[in-house]
């Protein structure tokens, strides 16, 4: 069996307990070491969680010689400038989405990504769930036809006006936190699309008491095929919703959750023969995605997202903003 994975944690984010320190416990990976602005703070996360050693800065984490791997769940803003540390300091980095600010920081990660040598993956756990790969199977057996149009849609109830995701500063934002996946997930239909999407058009609302914030964005978007893309986002809907809806020449089907597919596994199929719902399991989207990170860093097994990938989304995310009359998020 490969070595355990030794991983350190920048942060003691909310979303690290089911983002990583779930999916190590089950994989049998170390957590190693934890840094955050407050040292008391990481010490009641490293208890809580079993992390072996608390250390007095981001900076001392990623320069620790005993962690081969850097977990980075830090405000948007804050993803850039440490996943370019961790890089030059020779770690394997799995990072939040986005990867970076902006195109131009997104762009300098993946070249440190490429100088490192070592792994780097943007952390788009929905995509390793096999709902998300049904709908990809459905598109190659050729059940659905040939795409014509996806929709997805990610909207959440606001978060309270304090939150750091309605800071500019720190790259904040409706489409920095929602919106990347629906465009991620429409990017990711490039096989049988005939290609990468591009952007038509875009739209968004400015939050009142954020200026520069988006409360929500909506992009209308092309394939080369002629297949339509529509990717709406909202910070501030009423319920959670996250549907992605793939529609073809001779049928469709729809993920209930696809990013948190765990949640609602459910994905229903509608085609001449009829409807039907399969349910594909409630394991958890993050265990999936560290199994595959972890197989590729162990074992070199293929993995589908890396540095260039998050560049790509990035690209996209700036010239949406760009059409809905904001500018890109700036750096921290």
């Given amino acids: 069996m490969s070595e355990p994975l030794r991983i350190g944690l920048l942060g003691a984010a909310r979303i690290a307990e089911k983002a990583l320190v779930a999916p190590a416990r089950a994989g049998g990976h170390r957590l190693v070491a934890v840094a955050a602005r407050d040292r008391d703070r990481a010490r009641a996360f490293a208890d809580t969680h079993g992390v072996?050693?608390?250390?007095?800065?981001?900076?001392?984490?990623?320069?620790?010689?005993?962690?081969?791997?850097?977990?980075?769940?830090?405000?948007?803003?804050?993803?850039?400038?440490?996943?370019?540390?961790?890089?030059?300091?020779?770690?394997?980095?799995?990072?939040?989405?986005?990867?970076?600010?902006?195109?131009?920081?997104?762009?300098?990660?993946?070249?440190?990504?490429?100088?490192?040598?070592?792994?780097?993956?943007?952390?788009?756990?929905y995509l390793f769930h096999p709902v998300n790969r049904r709908l990809h199977e459905l598109l190659a057996s050729g059940e659905l036809g040939e795409l014509r149009h996806v929709e997805t849609v990610v909207a959440m109830p606001a978060p309270p006006d304090e939150d750091v995701r309605w800071s500019l500063p720190l790259a904040g934002g409706a489409m920095m936190d929602l919106g990347c996946y629906g465009l991620h997930a429409q990017r990711m239909l490039a096989p049988w699309a005939g290609g990468a999407p591009r952007?038509?058009?875009?739209?968004?609302?400015?939050?009142?008491?954020?200026?520069?914030?988006?409360?929500?964005?909506?992009?209308?978007?092309?394939?080369?095929?002629?297949?339509?893309?529509?990717?709406?986002?909202?910070?501030?809907?009423?319920t959670w919703?996250?549907?992605?809806?793939?529609v073809g020449t001779r049928g469709e089907a729809v993920a209930v959750d696809f990013v948190l597919p765990h949640q609602d596994d459910r994905v229903v199929v509608r085609t001449e023969a009829g409807e039907r719902t399969e349910e594909l399991g409630r394991r958890s989207s993050y265990t999936y995605q560290l199994d595959a990170f972890a197989a590729h860093v162990q074992g070199g097994e293929p993995l589908p997202l890396d540095a260039e990938d998050a560049l790509a989304t990035m690209r996209l995310i700036d010239e949406c903003y760009e059409k809905a009359g904001f500018a890109p998020r700036p750096r921290s």
């Fill in 241 to 246: 919703q996250a549907t992605c809806r793939v």
């Fill in 199 to 238: 952007l038509v058009s875009a739209r968004g609302g400015e939050r009142a008491s954020a200026p520069g914030v988006d409360e929500w964005l909506d992009a209308e978007l092309e394939f080369p095929n002629g297949a339509t893309g529509s990717a709406r986002c909202s910070m501030a809907y009423d």
């Fill in 52 to 125: 072996e050693r608390v250390v007095d800065s981001y900076a001392d984490l990623v320069a620790d010689p005993e962690v081969d791997v850097v977990y980075n769940p830090l405000a948007n803003g804050l993803h850039g400038p440490w996943n370019l540390a961790a890089l030059n300091a020779g770690k394997h980095v799995l990072s939040e989405k986005p990867s970076a600010s902006n195109a131009e920081e997104a762009a300098e990660v993946r070249d440190a990504a490429v100088k490192a040598g070592t792994v780097f993956m943007e952390a788009f756990h």
